[in-house]
């Protein structure tokens, strides 16, 4: 019903900037919300950021609070995270999913999934 593909990963130094992209198609997102994760190689799918449907209330990671920002032009079916102050503890595959039932902050609730996009932050 839905397919989301991320976009915009890469290496960064540690300090650095990088904005993830994760676009929509076969039907519009505009009414779910949607979340990124990331998962580190042997680490369980954590949550990064969500946000609802019209954008107005966003939920954030503790750890993740004061350098990424979670955002979404519902006009072109697109979902954004910037991501500054990188940390290597960053690094990891981000994924964008979307789940029609409101915020939620595990994995299990989201019904669509990217198939991801890898961010390192370099030490």
């Known amino acids: 019903q839905v397919q989301l593909v991320e976009s915009g990963g890469g290496l960064v130094q540690a300090g650095g900037s990088l904005r993830l992209s994760c676009a929509a198609s076969g039907r519009t997102v505009s009414m779910y919300a949607m979340g990124w994760f990331r998962q580190a190689p042997g680490k369980e799918r954590e949550i990064v950021a969500a946000i609802n449907w019209s954008g107005v209330s966003t939920y954030y990671q503790d750890s993740v609070k004061g350098r990424f920002t979670i955002s979404r032009d519902n006009a072109k079916n697109t979902v954004s995270l910037q991501m500054n102050s990188l940390k290597p503890e960053d690094t990891a595959v981000y994924y964008c999913?979307?789940?029609?039932?409101?915020?939620?902050?595990?994995?299990?609730?989201?019904?669509?999934w990217g198939q991801g996009t890898r961010v390192t932050g370099s030490s």
């Open positions: 999913a979307a789940e029609r039932s409101g915020i939620r902050t595990t994995a299990s609730a989201y019904d669509y």
